[in-house]
C-alpha cells in the first residue's frame, strides 16, 4: 500500500505540470515553466530526461512569454539532467525554439545552445551538436537559419578537421543565402567565426564570403559588415594582408550608396583605425576620413566630427601635425560653418582636443579664431560644448593669451542687445568661472555678473541671481562676503524699485549658500530696513526672504529683531503684505 502511494506522489509533480502546461491563463504556464528546475529536481535526473524533456520538446506551441522562459531555463539545466554524460537531450527542445518565429525567443534559444556547447563532450559535440547546427543551417525556414549562424564559432574549435571543412561550406551557404534576414546574420556573426578558424582558411574561404557580404543588394546587410571588418583586421597580423584583404572593402563602405552604412564607417572609424594600425592609417584612413567629414548627409558628418579627437591623438607621432594641418584641418574649418546644428555641435565637443595636439602657435593661429567663430555661433549647445572645453586651450596657451582672444566674444555675447544671447551665456558662466580660477574670475567677469543684476529683462536678473549661488558654492563663503555681499546691498539703496527687489531675491539664494552667520550678521539688517520701504511690492518680498531665512535663525535673534518687523507688516495697508507677514510669523524657527 505505501509502495502504491509513493509511486502516486512521485507521478504527482508531473501531472500537476501537465496541468498548469494546459491550462487557459498565460501567467499559470508561465508560473509553471519558471518552476522547471523545481520540478526536475522533484522527477529526479532519469524522469527528466525520460518524461518531462520530451513532454517540453512535444509542448512548444503557446505564447511568446512562456517560450522565451523556458528558452531561459533550459540554459541552465545540465546538473537536472545528470551533467555533461546527458546534456544533449536538452539540444531537442532548444533546437525547436530556435526556430519559432518570435526572434526574442529565438535569440534567447540560441543563447542556451551557446551555454551548453562548453558543457559537452567532444564526442557529444560531433554526434549531437554539430549535427543540430547543419539541420537548422539548411531548415526550410528562415527561422532555423538565422538562429544557426550563432552557434558555429562554439562549436568549431573542438571539433574534428571533417566536421570543420562541413561547418565552414554550411556557414558560407548561409553567407550567401536567398533570405535577406539569414545574411543579416551569416553577417552579425562572420567576425565572431573568423576568430576561430584557421589562419589559411580565413583567408582563402572566408574572405571571398565577406567581400560578397559587404556587396550585398541590402543596406541592413553590408552596415553588419562593418563591424564584422574590424574583427578581420585584427585577425590579419601582416599590413600587406590588410591593405590587400581589406583596405578595398573598407573604402567601398565609405563610398556606400546607402548614407547608414557609412554612418556605421563614420561611428566605428577610430576603432578601424587601431585595427589597420598607422601606416595604412597615414596611407588610406587619412583620405577616407576627409571623405565621411564632407559626406552629403549631416549624420554621417557628426558621427566624423565626433570622432575628430580621437583620430588625430592616433596618427602617427613623426607626422601626425602635418597631416592634421594639411589633410584634416581644412575640412574642419568647413564643417564649422555648417548647416546642420548638429555637426557643429558634434565638432564643437571635440575640436578644443586639436590644442594640446597642435600645440600653442599652431592653436593661436588657426584654431582660435574657428573657436570664436563658434563662441558666437546662434546655436546654443555649439556655445555650451566650447565653453565646457575652454581648460584644454588654456592649459595650451595659459590665461592671459585666453583672455586676449576668446574672452572679449565672451563679453560681447554676455552684452548683446538680444536678451536671449545675455541669457544664455549667463548660464554658462559657473561653467567659465570653474575653469578660470577665482581672480581671473574677479578680475575679468565679476563686474559683468552685478551687471545682470540690473538688468532691464527679468529673465536676466532672474538668471543672474540664480548663478549667484552656484558662484559661491565654488568659491566659498568668505569670495561672497568679500566681493558680491557688498554689491548686492548696496543695490538696497537704489531709487528703482525693481533692483531693490532683485537685492531680496539675491539675498534669497545666498542666504543657504553662506550660513547663518553671515546672513545675520551682514544681510539680515538689509532685510529689515526694506520692510519699512514705500513700494509694496518690495515689502511684501521682504516677507518672503524672511520665511526663507527663519528656519537658519535663532529664537533670540527672530524674538529681538523678526518679530518687531512682522508686528509691523501684519498691520500694513496692503492686502498682500498682511498676508505674507502673517505667513512669514507662522514660519518655524531652526531647532
Not at 511684501?540 to 518687531?564: G, Y
Request: net charge negative.
Amino acid at each position: 500500500m505505501a509502495s502504491g502511494e509513493s509511486g502516486d506522489e512521485s507521478l504527482y509533480p508531473i501531472a500537476v505540470l501537465v496541468d498548469e502546461l494546459r491550462n487557459e491563463d498565460v501567467q499559470r504556464r508561465l508560473n509553471s515553466i519558471k518552476k522547471l528546475s523545481t520540478i526536475a529536481l522533484a522527477l529526479g535526473v532519469e524522469r527528466t530526461v525520460s518524461e518531462l524533456i520530451p513532454f517540453l520538446t512535444e509542448t512548444i506551441y503557446d505564447e511568446d512569454e512562456v517560450l522565451l522562459a523556458l528558452a531561459q531555463q533550459l540554459g541552465t539545466f545540465t546538473s537536472l539532467v545528470g551533467g555533461p554524460d546527458n546534456v544533449h537531450c536538452l539540444l531537442a527542445p532548444l533546437e525547436s525554439l530556435a526556430a519559432v518565429e518570435e526572434t526574442v525567443v529565438r535569440d534567447k534559444a540560441v543563447e542556451s545552445l551557446r551555454q551548453l556547447a562548453d558543457e559537452h563532450s567532444v564526442e557529444a559535440l560531433e554526434a549531437h551538436f554539430v549535427p543540430m547546427i547543419k539541420r537548422l543551417s539548411t531548415g526550410d525556414w528562415f527561422t532555423s537559419r538565422t538562429s544557426a549562424c550563432g552557434l558555429y564559432s562554439v562549436a568549431y574549435t573542438r571539433i574534428s578537421p571533417g566536421l570543420k571543412d562541413e561547418l565552414r561550406i554550411h556557414f558560407r551557404n548561409l553567407c550567401g543565402d536567398d533570405t535577406p534576414m539569414v545574411r543579416r546574420a551569416a553577417a552579425a556573426k562572420i567576425g565572431e567565426f573568423a576568430t576561430v578558424l584557421e589562419m589559411e582558411n580565413l583567408k582563402t574561404e572566408l574572405m571571398p564570403t565577406f567581400i560578397n557580404l559587404a556587396s550585398d543588394e541590402q543596406d541592413s546587410v553590408r552596415l553588419l559588415g562593418v563591424e564584422a571588418s574590424i574583427k578581420i583586421t585584427e585577425l590579419l597580423t601582416s599590413s600587406e594582408d590588410k591593405a590587400n584583404l581589406i583596405m578595398p572593402t573598407i573604402q567601398q563602405f565609405v563610398q556606400d550608396k546607402s548614407w547608414r552604412v557609412r554612418y556605421m564607417v563614420a561611428d566605428k572609424f577610430t576603432e578601424l583605425q587601431t585595427a589597420v594600425g598607422p601606416e595604412l592609417t597615414q596611407q588610406d584612413l587619412v583620405p577616407d576620413y576627409q571623405h565621411l567629414l564632407k559626406d552629403g548627409e549631416a549624420e554621417v558628418r557628426a558621427a566624423a566630427a565626433h570622432k575628430l579627437k580621437v583620430f588625430c591623438e592616433s596618427l602617427p607621432p613623426d607626422t601626425r601635425e602635418q597631416a592634421i594641418m594639411n589633410n584634416i584641418l581644412p575640412y574642419v574649418k568647413d564643417l564649422v560653418a555648417d548647416a546642420n546644428q548638429h555637426v557643429k555641435s558634434a565638432l564643437a565637443s571635440v575640436i578644443m582636443g586639436l590644442s594640446p595636439i597642435l600645440g600653442k602657435e599652431n592653436t593661436v593661429e588657426h584654431l582660435l579664431p574657428l573657436f570664436l567663430s563658434q563662441l558666437k555661433d546662434e546655436c546654443p549647445e555649439v556655445r555650451l560644448n566650447i565653453i565646457s572645453n575652454l581648460d584644454c586651450v588654456n592649459q595650451v596657451i595659459g590665461i592671459r593669451q585666453l583672455s586676449q582672444s576668446l574672452l572679449p566674444a565672451i563679453v560681447e555675447l554676455a552684452e548683446d542687445t538680444k536678451w536671449r544671447v545675455r541669457l544664455a551665456i549667463i548660464e554658462y558662466m559657473p561653467l567659465l568661472a570653474g575653469q578660470l580660477g577665482v581672480e581671473f574670475f574677479d578680475e575679468k567677469l565679476n563686474g559683468l555678473c552685478m551687471t545682470w543684476l540690473v538688468d532691464h529683462v527679468f529673465a536676466i536678473r532672474e538668471a543672474a541671481t540664480s548663478i549667484l549661488k552656484k558662484l559661491v558654492e565654488q568659491f566659498g563663503a568668505d569670495w561672497a562676503r568679500n566681493t558680491v555681499i557688498p554689491k548686492v546691498l548696496a543695490m538696497s539703496k537704489d531709487s528703482n524699485y525693481l533692483h531693490r527687489m532683485t537685492c531680496l531675491f539675491c539675498i534669497n539664494v545666498l542666504a543657504e549658500a553662506v550660513g547663518p552667520e553671515i546672513t545675520v550678521n551682514a544681510m539680515l539688517p538689509i532685510v529689515l530696513d526694506l520692510s519699512s520701504d514705500a513700494v509694496a511690492n518690495v515689502r511684501f518680498n521682504v516677507c518672503k526672504t524672511i520665511m526663507r531665512m527663519t528656519p537658519m535663525l535663532d529664537s533670540s535673534t527672530i524674538n529681538a529683531q523678526i518679530k518687531p518687523a512682522l508686528d509691523r507688516l501684519s498691520t500694513d495697508a496692503d492686502i498682500d503684505v498682511k498676508y505674507y507677514a502673517s505667513e512669514a510669523a507662522a514660519t518655524p524657527p531652526s531647532s
